[in-house]
């Protein structure tokens, strides 16, 4: 289960990092994207790949964003009755 | 098959649970106006710094990006003038960088560009060689999906006690 370990020792030991290992990773990064444009994903270059998960990440990174500020006008709008009970409910 | 050291449900527990706890510190008692846009605008960065810190935390020194989120965070704190405030500035870490420019040239070819765009957008990328970073990103991935629901879910609770 050490793979990772192992992937990096290997990687140190040979400069160069093999096709193979590159092309694992990148399929495994496609399985985590929400869209799969084709119907094989052998068929998505890598390059697609890494460009798709920018995209993903920044949308993500987005919707902390929104969630964060919607959170803190929720905060706004209860009174301090309320945010006393939700930290009674959260304390426990 | 799951990533080494990813477990969902746990993560997602130790993540609520340190998440709700820094809500709590957040939503402390407020003086007079708690609803001007700069109080939200404020009480919104401690949000994000809370869901960064928690997110960082429930994985520790486990991974690169989560260390280097850790060390900004902790740099952050120190240092009262903020430059720049946003987790998209990248972090330069102390790791071996000629080896991962060796790797990145093998490989720059292929994956040249797309690879420098995403060493931005995940902590620590840029000292990252190529598998590390495709690794990382994976890793990085999850539990952003994770810190989103956690997030989502402080709403939620909060919108059913309004």
């Known amino acids: ?92 | 098959m799951d990533l080494q050291n990813l477990n969902p449900s746990s993560l997602k527990s130790r993540f609520t649970a340190r998440f709700l706890r820094a809500l709590t510190e957040i939503n402390a008692p407020k003086t007079i106006s708690s609803s001007s846009p700069r109080e939200i605008f404020q009480r919104y960065r401690r949000i994000k710094v809370a869901a960064d810190k928690s997110m960082a935390y429930s994985v520790r020194s486990r991974r690169i990006w989560s260390r280097a989120t850790l060390w900004r965070l902790r740099t952050r704190s120190r240092s009262r003038r903020l430059v720049s405030f946003g987790r998209r500035a990248s972090v330069k870490t102390r790791t071996t960088a000629s080896h991962g420019k060796e790797n990145k040239e093998h490989h720059g070819a292929v994956l040249g560009v797309q690879a420098e765009e995403l060493r931005e957008l995940v902590p620590g990328g840029e000292a990252m060689d190529l598998c590390n970073l495709l690794d990382e990103t994976a890793h990085y991935i999850k539990c952003l999906t994770t810190q989103g629901f956690c997030v989502y879910m402080g709403g939620l609770l909060c919108e059913g006690c309004c």
């Open chain 1, 1 to 92: 289960m050490s793979s990772r370990r192992s992937r990096s020792r290997q990687a140190g030991n040979n400069s160069r990092i093999t096709d193979d290992q590159i092309n694992d990773l990148v399929s495994k990064l496609h399985q985590l994207l929400p869209e799969i444009r084709n119907v094989h994903s052998d068929k998505v270059s890598a390059a697609k790949v890494l460009q798709e998960t920018c995209n993903y990440i920044r949308s993500l990174h987005r919707e902390v964003d929104d969630l964060s500020e919607r959170l803190s006008e929720l905060l706004a709008t209860t009174d301090n009755a309320q945010a006393a009970i939700i930290r009674s409910l959260l304390m426990q």
